[in-house]
Every structure is written in C-alpha cells, then in structure tokens.
C-alpha cells in the first residue's frame, strides 16, 4: 500500500498529494507537466461520463472541524469565461463537502471545498467526479486553524508546506554503466542495446507503460524501414517487440505493450525505474554525475550513477538539465542552406496530437453539451468519426512550457466538435449510434528542444546525400513536416487544431553519429525525437523505428565507452571501427519474426532519380 505523505504530519494538519492516493478509481495519474506545474495529479478523463471515486485512507491525530482545500485548475479558462467543465466535490467519510471544485480559476490555485468534523483516528478521502470532463486534483490540505487560508500561498510557500509536512522518501543511490532516461522506443532500445552487450543499465520511464508515442497511451504505429545498407544490423531487434498490425488510433490491443515489456525485463543487466521521472542532475564540470529521479506515485526519489547518460525523453529534458547546447524552433535559411526553412527563424514546431475514436452501438447515445469558447457551426465541424496524426495543436506555442495549454486544447476541440454532431448538426442522425470511445490525454509530441551535437545534420545532407565516415543509423521517411492545415487555419486562425504535410521523398540516408552525443556535455548521449539536426532534417528522422535504431547505436557506444573508459566523442575518434563492425552486426535476435513492413516510407520505391546515385 501507498503510504500517503498526511501520516507524516503535525496534529492539526494534513497534506495528501492526490497522485498518492490508495485507490485511484477511474481517475488517471497524469505526470506530463510535473515540471511545470510542480507534481503529477490525478485526472477524472471520463470522456463526458463521470468517472468512479478516487479515494485514500487518512490519519486523523487531533479531533476538530477541519477546513478542506484542494488545489486544482478550471481547464478550459484560456477560451472561455463561463463556469468550467471538470467539477468534482470532495468527500470525508462517504459525505461529500459544500462547493463544487475545478470549475473557476483560470490557474492552478487552492478552492475550498468546505470543513468537517472529523475524530482522531482513521478517516477516508475521496475525490467524486460529477462530469468526467478532465476535472484535476494536485492536493489536498486540511487545517484545524481557521486563519491558514492557502489561497494565498506563494509558490515558495507551497515548497515549505509540503517540505514540512511531507518529508522526501529517500530511495538511495544507485551506480550503473548507462542510465537511459526514457521508454520510449529509442530509450528500450538503447537500454536493451547496452545491456545485451555487457553493460549495467538504468532504464527511466515516467509511465507505467513502455514505448512512448508507440504505446496504448498516444496509439502512433511505427514508421520507417529497419535493417538498411550500410549497418543492416541496426533494426532488427525491433522484430522482436514491434506492433504486427499497423495504424494509428486503434484499439489498445493494437500496440502489444506487454511485448515491450517482455522486451526490456527479459534482459537480466537492465534495471526498469517504472513511473519515474527525472528531476534534476548533478554536475561536476562537463560531466553528468548523477540523475535524481522521483516516483510519480510515492514520490520517493533516487539518485543514478553512471559513466555515461543517454538522453531520450524526446523533449532533451537531461540535456537541459545538465546545460548542453539546444534549439527549439525553426532555423532561417540561410544558416544551413535549407530552401524548405523560412527566410527568418522563428519559434514554430510541429505539434502534438490528441488522438481519439468512436464506435458504433446497437441504440441511440447521447453526449453532454459542450461548448467553451470554440465555436463549432455547419460550416466548420469536423464530420469524421476519428482523428489521428492530423488532429494537432500547439505549432505556435512552447511545447514544453505551454504543453498542459496544448494538450487541453486539444481535448476542448475532441469534445466540442463531437457535442455539436452528436446535439446539433444538420447530418446528426449518421452520429446517432456512436460513442466517443477512446481519446487521448498524454499528447503525441513531435518536435520540442533539439540538442547539438558535434554535427548537425541538415537538409543538403540529405538532398545531396553526403557520405561521412561515422554513418550510422539510416534515416528512410520523407522530408515530413507538419503545417497548419490551410481550412482549418481560415476557420480557426490562430488556434488550428489540424494539419496537414507535404512528403519531400529522400534516398535513404546514413546519419552521423556525431549527431548522437553532446557537443558541450561529455558524457551524454541522446536519441529521439532531441537528436542534433535542424528542424528541417528533424522531419525524416522522428519516425520512431529509425529513432529506435539510434538508440542502439547509442547502446553499441556506450557499451564501448563502459569497456574502454572513453567518452562518446572519444569513441569516434578512436574506437569508430569497433562501432562500425558492431552496427554492421547488430544485437537484435536473428530468430524475430519478420514483421515489420508496413508503414515505411510511402514511396521508397519510387525515389526520384535525381536522388539516385549512379
């Protein structure tokens, strides 16, 4: 069992994170912007059908009326005025308080919900969802005294509160050869990768699923073409977890998340840091000395050790962390010769897409109203029955510091579109039997920071093909970057919410592995979405096989620095030959199943020929 921080505590008051609690009910721990806005909470994602209670056991030391608060947030605030969506009440005791929470405030602040009488002794807590619109819980404070009002802390106040009243677990420290921050598919098979040729390896993942974008969490199938000239090795052990069926926004099932993490506890040298997260490093000079990560749930934190690190939280959280050089945005053109970057940078990324489905039923369905600041109307709603890759929000903003804004967005547009086919569009009746069966609240994100590495890889690389002598992982997806879809922009000019692309066909191409550590960071690798390249290049090499396929380049390298006590620019310089026999080898297993050809570039056969080499 959990044990809630509220045991900890002084007689008169209690603090209960919410994503501690006991027993989480239908609410959903969401951990994506812990490191904005402080903690992970819990989530009431009912689709527009209230969720069952979330609720907790509690000590109670000193009997007495208690004044309740919870700090929560009205989600939809940023477009509309009117009384939010995601109420919920809280209960002590199976009796619910007085107000209703979630919906008023437009930031994450402290509500009251009310006071009881409560005894000493055991009492419980729930949080009741009254809508399953996304209501959100960060924490819960009592008091017996009627003056601590904390609707008006600070946030150095609430930094002292919880430090008083709930002490940091301490998990210990940990040493390793390579710690891999992050499960998505480039960080299972950097870990997988090392381990498989003799190193210790930490594996980090702040869900409790493996696979990233890939997983039953965002539902993205996997693209690219694995096993490629001239390191065909590299790949192949993506056969042994990849979904077999492919498609995005498709049922659960689809993405065989047990495979992944059969895949990872299979390996005796890797240890998997489930529901962790990481939250800062130690520095000694250039080098990452160690990762303190924290449990999302518990909130015990630990400290990992390593020769090297590698980065692949896709949003090159470590590598900001520990200082290294990046980018976010667009390069202008004339800094790397790209005729497909704008004339002048600018902040524009490509976006995150909140996926979702319907499903039809034997009767009739109904679906609340909905409306909160987008207005939907015959002439602009989306008649579809799903949305997948298409359905992206956030080109124009922070992805990292505005990315709850953009995944709340994209929740307000699912849920605003659907009620108006399903309440008030003229065609309504073809939506009669269905129901809003699975939408996403962890975003599909494509493009954040970028860290650089000793090369950045740019679009003449690719145009011209320009070999180097570190190829690495070959890159087979088209030049694919993501715009703001043109209708959808004239009838929502400046908050789109669809995209569209226009796939730049390129000839398989070769990455440098210099693109693969840091420049300024000596001992930090990364692979993903965060590699070194420039937005325009970042549009081939996102795809998650070929991101996998870096991750095991980045697991040879560090296998090479564990045995040779170099650093990754070192293992270029010196031990480049060993990295190539391995590559060229691979470590994935001969015997996989062949399973892996569907979503390939589109076109691969049909390259054009000024792409051809002779």
């Not at 960080?187 to 993942?205: D, E, P």
């Not at 001239?230 to 998340?257: V, W």
Request: charged share 25%.
């Amino acid at each position: 069992m959990t044990v809630a921080c509220s045991l900890l505590v002084e007689a008169s008051e209690l603090f209960i994170e919410a994503e501690s609690f006991n027993r989480s009910g239908g609410w959903v721990l969401d951990q994506q912007f812990m490191d904005q806005m402080g903690s992970p909470y819990l989530m009431a994602h009912g689709m527009g059908t209230p969720v069952s209670d979330a609720s907790t056991d509690i000590q109670v030391q000193q009997s007495g009326i208690y004044y309740v608060y919870a700090r929560t947030y009205n989600w939809t605030s940023p477009w509309s005025e009117k009384k939010g969506p995601g109420k919920f009440k809280i209960a002590i005791n199976g009796k619910s308080l007085t107000h209703t929470l979630g919906d008023t405030g437009n930031s994450w602040q402290w509500q009251l919900a009310g006071k009881v009488t409560l005894k000493n002794g055991k009492a419980t807590l729930a949080l009741q969802d009254l809508t399953g619109f996304n209501g959100r819980c960060d924490a819960i404070y009592l008091t017996t005294d009627s003056n601590q009002n904390p609707m008006v802390w600070t946030t150095e106040d609430l930094k002292n509160i919880k430090k008083r009243l709930c002490p940091v677990l301490k998990g210990g420290e940990r040493s390793y050869d390579l710690v891999v921050v992050g499960g998505g598919i480039a960080g299972m098979c950097a870990a997988v990768s090392a381990a498989r040729l003799g190193c210790k390896v930490a594996l980090v993942n702040d869900r409790p699923i493996l696979g990233g974008n890939n997983s039953a969490d965002v539902r993205v199938h996997l693209g690219g073409v694995i096993e490629m000239e001239p390191n065909k090795g590299l790949g192949r052990m993506i056969r042994e977890f990849g979904q077999s069926r492919g498609g995005n926004a498709q049922p659960a099932s689809n993405y065989e998340d047990d495979k992944k993490i059969s895949f990872v506890s299979s390996e005796k040298n890797i240890t998997l840091f489930s529901s962790c997260r990481a939250i800062s490093v130690t520095m000694k000079g250039k080098r990452i000395q160690s990762v303190t990560i924290q449990n999302v749930r518990t909130g015990e934190q630990s400290v990992l050790k390593a020769l090297v690190f590698s980065d692949c939280t896709g949003d090159g959280t470590i590598g900001y962390l520990a200082g290294a050089d990046w980018r976010m945005g667009r390069e202008a053109r004339d800094e790397f010769q790209e005729n497909l970057a704008p004339l002048q940078p600018d902040s524009l990324v490509m976006g995150a897409s909140i996926q979702w489905y319907s499903n039809e039923e034997k009767k009739k369905t109904i679906f609340p109203e909905f409306s909160y600041g987008v207005d939907f109307r015959a002439e602009n709603c989306e008649r579809v029955f799903k949305g997948e890759w298409t359905w992206e929000t956030g080109m124009n903003r922070n992805q990292i510091t505005e990315a709850e804004r953009i995944r709340d967005y994209g929740l307000l547009v699912v849920y605003s579109n659907w009620s108006y086919l399903k309440n008030h569009d003229l065609k309504k009746s073809a939506y009669a039997n269905r129901t809003l069966s699975w939408v996403a609240y962890i975003a599909g994100k494509r493009e954040s920071r970028r860290l650089m590495g000793d090369y950045i890889l740019a679009q003449d690389d690719l145009d011209k093909n320009v070999a180097h002598e570190d190829a690495s992982f070959t890159t087979t997806w088209s030049i694919d970057l993501h715009f703001a879809d043109t209708l959808n922009a004239k009838r929502f000019p400046g908050n789109e919410f669809k995209t569209q692309t226009i796939h730049r066909w390129i000839y398989p191409y070769a990455v440098p592995y210099r693109c693969l550590y840091s420049r300024n960071i000596d001992n930090l690798f990364m692979a993903g979405r965060d590699i070194s390249c420039t937005h325009v290049a970042l549009g081939t090499v996102r795809v998650m096989r070929t991101t996998g396929m870096m991750g095991e380049v980045v697991g040879m390298a560090a296998s090479l620095c564990q045995k040779y006590n170099l650093t990754p620019r070192e293992v270029y310089h010196y031990r480049l030959p060993e990295l190539k026999r391995l590559m060229v080898e691979g470590v994935g297993r001969k015997d996989a199943p062949d399973n892996q050809r569907f979503n390939g570039p589109n076109k691969m056969l049909e390259v054009p020929r000024a792409y051809l080499k002779p």
